[in-house]
């Protein structure tokens, strides 16, 4: 069983902080993705990430895929009220793609 | 499109009932997966169809759960008897072969199951 392990699993801060958010496996992925998943909701897709060493920025966050895809972490700069949510790192592996989902990071980001 | 529609939102049932849980996924979309997310083990994949077969369901955690899929537009995921332990929030997500990349899953609202 490939396993996802996020760290850390709850984090509470001031709005305009910045943050990183980790998730490591012994597996190697095909691809990783960050999901954030907020009440009430399912996960919605933020990024995807193929190839080892590769840095995606989508506004104030930063994403990393290791060097040997197994690892990822994601970055929040100037957090604000807006980012709270469940972060939730998934690889891809199998014929189909299938995702295996970490255990997440609960971030409430504090006014 | 609306998206992947779940229902109910909401079920409480007594335990040894059985539940049925409903999911119609994005037109178009060739892969279904059924998900189950608990606090204590996360969100963990219990099966998934390709074109409406199921392909892996080594997740489904015992006989007494089964999924089907009888068309591109419907799948349902049936607990038969219902015990207290399967309380969890059971989330249906579609995704087209060739997308993954770019989309990736289109999770449903999901379905919060309560049995007491």
């Known amino acids: 069983t490939q396993l996802l392990e996020q760290s850390p699993q709850f984090l509470s801060i001031q709005e305009g902080e910045n943050l990183t958010v980790y998730c490591n496996s012994s597996?190697?992925?095909?691809?990783l993705q960050w999901y954030r998943q907020e009440p009430g909701e399912g996960p919605v897709l933020l990024v995807t990430?193929?190839?080892?060493?590769e840095v995606k920025k989508l506004k104030r966050l930063t994403f990393q895929f290791g060097d040997a895809r197994k690892d990822s972490s994601l970055h929040i700069t100037a957090a604000q009220t807006g980012d709270t949510g469940l972060y939730l790192c998934?690889?891809?592996?199998?014929?189909?793609?299938?995702?295996?989902f970490g255990s997440g990071t609960q971030l409430t980001v504090l006014p | 499109d609306a998206g992947v529609i779940q229902s109910p939102r909401h079920e409480v049932t007594e335990m040894g009932q059985e539940v049925t849980l409903r999911c119609k996924p994005i037109s178009g979309h060739d892969y279904l997966f059924w998900y189950r997310q608990t606090m204590m083990r996360g969100l963990e994949l219990l099966i998934y169809?390709?074109?409406?077969?199921?392909?892996?369901d080594s997740g489904m955690p015992e006989d007494r759960f089964s999924a089907k899929m009888p068309n591109a537009s419907f799948s349902t995921l049936k607990i038969q008897p219902s015990e207290p332990r399967d309380s969890a929030v059971y989330f249906c997500a579609s995704r087209l072969r060739t997308a993954l990349f770019n989309y990736g899953y289109t999770f449903g609202s999901g379905t919060r199951l309560t049995v007491v």
């Open positions: 169809f390709n074109n409406n077969v199921p392909i892996d």
């Open positions: 998934a690889g891809a592996s199998g014929s189909a793609r299938q995702l295996t």
């Open positions: 597996s190697v992925f095909s691809s």
């Open positions: 990430v193929v190839t080892g060493g």
